[in-house]
T-cell receptor
């Protein structure tokens, strides 16, 4: 069965540190890839998405992600984090391009210390 | 636009009770879906709808019913609540069933079944 793995469940960084959150999926066919963020007390918001073209995609708030097809990966990066980036981050994948929704990873809880 | 709205925000049920979680969107989106979020599990798809009158099952549909009589509304019914259904429920919508469309999430309903 298709699955999405996020390797880091809890990450603690200091402000200005660089961030990379891993996301891998298990499926050899067409995929559409998303990163969502859930700030404390808020609902999920889209950070960025990839479905074709340049494998390096840029999203909101300085985030970017790179799709590496050979590694089945879609890692999220930010060069310099801020305290306001404290949130839960979810990688999500649509497998096969169908209408049957997204498969989410278990999430990474990111805490930025001032 | 109010976006995606959900009611209630919190609910406590006793085992065996039934209830309906409401979801509405005012963006004229075709596609709507329900997810549940459990600690350490990420979000899992319960049911989805690609348009009025059309619904289908997701990954974890047992114990839940849905209907889509209008474009705007997509209620989720718990027929006979069980403690295993204690979770946070999110409704989402997107403009079309296209797998590349951004899904917009509601604020969630936190349900506890005693």
């Amino acid at each position: 069965a298709q699955s999405v793995s996020q390797h880091n469940h809890h990450v603690i960084l200091s402000e200005a540190a660089s961030l990379e959150l891993g996301c891998n999926y298990s499926y050899g066919g067409t995929v559409n890839l998303f990163w969502y963020v859930q700030y404390p007390g808020q609902h999920l918001q889209l950070l960025l998405k990839y479905f074709s073209g340049d494998p390096l995609v840029k999203g909101i708030k300085g985030f970017e992600a790179e799709f590496i097809k050979s590694k089945f990966s879609f890692n999220l990066r930010k060069p310099s984090v801020q305290w306001s980036d404290t949130a839960e981050y979810f990688c999500a994948v649509n497998f096969g391009g169908g209408a049957d929704g997204l498969t989410f990873g278990k999430g990474t809880h990111l805490i930025i210390q001032p | 636009n109010a976006g995606v709205t959900q009611t209630p925000k919190f609910q406590v049920l006793k085992t065996g009770q039934s209830m309906t979680l409401q979801c509405a969107q005012d963006m004229n989106h075709e596609y709507m879906s329900w997810y549940r979020q459990d600690p350490g599990m990420g979000l899992r798809l319960i049911h989805y709808s690609v348009g009025a009158g059309i619904t289908d099952q997701g990954e974890v549909p047992n114990g839940y019913n849905v209907s889509r009589s209008t474009t705007e509304d997509f209620p989720l019914r718990l027929l006979s609540a069980a403690p295993s259904q204690t979770s946070v429920y999110f409704c989402a919508s997107s403009y079309s069933p296209s797998s590349t469309d951004t899904q917009y999430f509601g604020p969630g309903t936190r349900l506890t079944v005693l």
